[in-house]
């Protein structure tokens, strides 16, 4: 473990990469993200569409559905079957996207994602803690 950058005048780099942060932060109980299932819809029918993959869904047993619309309706509610507002698409959906596409597993879990913001505000909260330790030294 590195310890040398392990003190508050240490952080100065940090205080601003909040992709660095939200790696160090192991005690938390707020979530980062939450999912939305309409969000989740609108991002897998544009990756469908972006990606022409719209045979490769008929050819995994939609086709026997007559118009576009209901294809990609059925395999929505077949992807979304176990989504969750913690967790996103959960891992039926995982294994019947994957099913159409093999390197789903580098976005899946992007559809639907939001921030809560909370990272935001521990990271404003660190900010000014670290401010004011600077200006407590100074007097």
Request: one cysteine or more.
């Amino acid at each position: 473990m590195n310890y040398r950058n392990m003190c508050w005048n240490q952080f100065d780099d940090f205080v601003n990469d909040i992709d660095y942060f939200q790696e160090k932060i192991l005690c938390h109980s707020r979530p980062f993200f939450v999912y939305d299932q309409e969000q989740a819809e609108e991002d897998i029918t544009k990756y469908i569409e972006e990606y022409n993959l719209y045979d490769d869904i008929l050819s995994n047993g939609y086709d026997f559905l007559c118009d576009k619309t209901e294809v990609i309706e059925a395999f929505l509610t077949d992807v979304l079957w176990d989504f969750t507002l913690e967790t996103g698409i959960g891992s039926n959906g995982y294994d019947k996207f994957s099913e159409i596409d093999g390197d789903i597993c580098d976005i899946i879990s992007d559809f639907g994602k939001r921030e809560t913001g909370i990272l935001d505000l521990y990271m404003l909260a660190f900010k000014l803690a670290k401010e004011q330790l600077k200006i407590s030294k100074e007097n």
